[in-house]
């Protein structure tokens, strides 16, 4: 069965300096992977998804399939990409079905 | 468009009444799904729906029944609430295998059910 990790549920940064929310995950086929954020009291919402290689407020994810891996990345980190992130996995043919990781905590202070 | 809405935004239940969630969409998105969130397990699949009148079972279907008779409204039904039960829960949709193919992947979410089982 496939299965997302992300191993730090929380992770603090200083304003400006660089973010890396670590994903792993495990599934035999092709893998279609996301990146989820839920700010504050709000649903959540997609940040950004492997396929289409896109740099969403300054975040990116690169799909490393030798080490099954999918870090959310960014350079500076301000105030306001305090959220929680989730790491999903939707298998082919699956569906719905989207895998969550438990989530990570990210809190930039200043 | 409201997109995926839910009601109600709170709810506490007693140990072993019974009640349902609701969620509808304004998109014509055939898939649905429902979610719960609990601190350190991240989001678990409970039920979804890849169109009107399919159902099938997720990750954590036991206690909860599910129903989709039109393409709008997938509501989700606790049998007999266990504080086991006790999350937010999600429901989320998007479009099949017609939409464009850059929508095709992305799931909206609603604002989500706090529930609250004593």
């Known amino acids: 069965a496939q299965r997302v990790t992300q191993p730090e549920k929380l992770l603090s940064v200083f304003k400006g300096a660089p973010v890396e929310l670590k994903c792993n995950y495990s599934?035999?086929?092709?893998?279609?992977l996301f990146w989820y954020v839920q700010y504050s009291r709000q649903r959540l919402q997609l940040l950004l998804r492997?396929?289409s290689r896109e740099s969403i407020k300054g975040f990116t994810a690169d799909l490393n399939k030798g080490e099954t891996s999918f870090h959310l990345k960014k350079p500076f980190a301000q105030e306001e990409d305090s959220a929680m992130y989730y790491c999903a996995l939707r298998v082919t043919g699956g569906g719905n079905k989207l895998t969550f990781g438990t989530g990570t905590q990210l809190k930039v202070e200043l | 468009n409201a997109g995926v809405t839910q009601t109600p935004k709170f709810q506490v239940l007693k140990t072993g009444q019974s009640m349902t969630l609701q969620c509808a969409q304004d998109?014509?998105?055939?898939?649905m799904s429902w979610y719960r969130q609990d601190p350190g397990m991240g989001l678990r699949l409970i039920h979804y729906?890849?169109?009107?009148?399919?159902?099938d079972q997720g990750e954590v279907p036991n206690g909860y029944n599910v129903s989709r008779s039109t393409t709008e409204d997938f509501p989700l039904r606790l049998l007999s609430a266990a504080p086991s039960q006790t999350s937010v829960y999600f429901c989320a949709s998007r479009p099949g295998t017609s939409g464009r193919i850059y929508s095709y992947n992305e799931q909206f979410f609603g604002p989500g059910t706090r529930l609250t089982v004593l």
């Open positions: 729906s890849v169109g009107a009148g399919i159902t």
């Open positions: 599934y035999s086929g092709s893998p279609e």
């Open positions: 492997h396929i």
């Open positions: 998109m014509n998105h055939e898939y």
